[in-house]
């Protein structure tokens, strides 16, 4: 017939009691039931009430609903600039209602019921070649299932406890002075360069890297409000002789850099330009943006033939100190991070047999010394 040539339509076999079937017809997965039999004019009339209804927008009591209304909450408002904008790109896939793959239709009552997880995975599962992308998938979708579920609009959070798809040990993925070397010399200026010895020494995050100012620096350490927390935490870097001999490098090179805009300024006669406050900077004496100095930093460790990455270098930082002995809570006062954070990096990034022989080094040290 042909209205079963209609796209999206979901064709549901049961059985009754008495062994013989019935078919359900759906607008589409987890949509509206439809009326009559197909191809009558009940039927397809039914069916364009369910799309007219579709396009209308989201329903509250829909999962596109609640990503509306998750989108307003104070949750999702209080998060991170950077982290609320990739997370909307998210919730709008979320939200989508327009092929038989999309989930932003299912019924909130269908939400409640686990046996949604299937369809929940199936979505997901859009995305299994790229395993980082499909676990950041459940887990915006899980956030506002939770977040329902808080609010007492779900009874249960379906999406709760899924195992991730990709799994990767990156303890042995830290900066080695070899490698920080090699990218020096592929770097096309000091700037570049400047990046990853930076984030060696510092382990902040990009958007913290990049925003660092001199006025955060102080005579012993860095005090940089952190991004991810809107500024309500602190990291206190404490400035290593490594790390002032960089600052130093940083300034003298940032001053040569400068003298040389206002000279190509006074030559084009153009205004002269403010110097830049922040520790990094471009070759136009400008603040990097994170996505220019993250592509900066790819091209570059790519020519090098580094596979690393620039968050490797918190892992980096986070070694170094977990080597000179520091504590978890030590670590995360440093870098401004909830304590189950830092321990959550450790596990992740610290090469234990690399801590294990630093701390054995230091044993025999300390009891070959005088007595």
């Known amino acids: 017939m042909a209205v079963l040539r209609i796209k999206g ?108 997880r299937a369809d ?34 779900l009874a249960i959070n379906a999406a709760a ?12 993925q830290i900066w080695t002075r070899a490698e920080v070397s090699a990218f020096i010399d ?16 510092t382990g902040l995050r990009r958007e913290d890297l990049v925003t660092v100012t001199w006025a955060q620096v102080g005579d012993l350490a860095i005090l940089k409000p952190t991004g991810k927390s809107r500024g309500q935490k602190v990291a206190r870097i404490p400035l290593l002789r490594e790390t002032k001999d960089l600052l130093h490098e940083i300034r003298a090179q940032q001053a040569q850099r400068y003298a040389e805009l206002i000279d190509i300024a006074a030559r084009k006669k153009r205004p002269t330009p403010l110097p ?33 990455h620039l968050h490797d270098a918190r892992g980096t930082f986070a070694t170094r100190l977990r080597k000179a002995g520091l504590t978890a809570p030590e670590i995360a006062d440093i870098m401004g991070w909830e304590e189950d954070r830092v321990q959550r990096l450790l596990s992740t990034y610290v090469d234990q047999d690399a801590v294990v022989q630093e701390l054995a080094e230091r044993i025999e040290r300390n009891e070959s010394g005088p007595r």
């Open 276 to 308: 830049c406050a922040t520790v990094l900077s471009n070759t136009r004496g400008k603040p990097w943006s994170v996505n220019g100095a993250e592509h900066q930093v790819i091209d570059t460790k790519t020519s090098a033939g580094i596979d690393k």
């Open 9 to 116: 339509l979901n064709r549901v076999k049961k059985r009754r009691k008495d062994g013989t079937e019935v078919v359900h017809w759906y607008a589409w997965k987890g949509g509206p039931p439809l009326k009559g039999k197909p191809g009558s004019a009940e039927f397809i009339a039914s069916y364009n009430e369910a799309v007219a209804q579709r396009k209308a927008g989201p329903q509250n009591d829909t999962l596109a609903g609640l990503v509306q209304r998750y989108r307003t909450s104070p949750e999702f408002q209080g998060l991170a600039d950077s982290t609320r904008k990739e997370w909307a790109r998210w919730l709008d896939r979320v939200a989508e209602d327009k092929t038989d793959k999309d989930i932003g239709g299912l019924p909130v009552k269908l939400l409640d019921d686990r046996r949604v």
């Open 120 to 153: 929940l995975l199936e979505w997901r599962d859009q995305w299994a070649n790229r395993p980082r992308s499909a676990d950041y998938a459940i887990q915006v979708l899980s956030r506002v299932l939770g977040w329902a579920h808080g609010r007492g609009l």
């Open 161 to 172: 406890g899924t195992e991730q798809l990709y799994s990767s040990n990156r303890a042995d």
């Open 186 to 201: 592929k770097a096309p200026s000091p700037e570049v360069s400047y990046i990853i010895r930076l984030a060696c020494l």
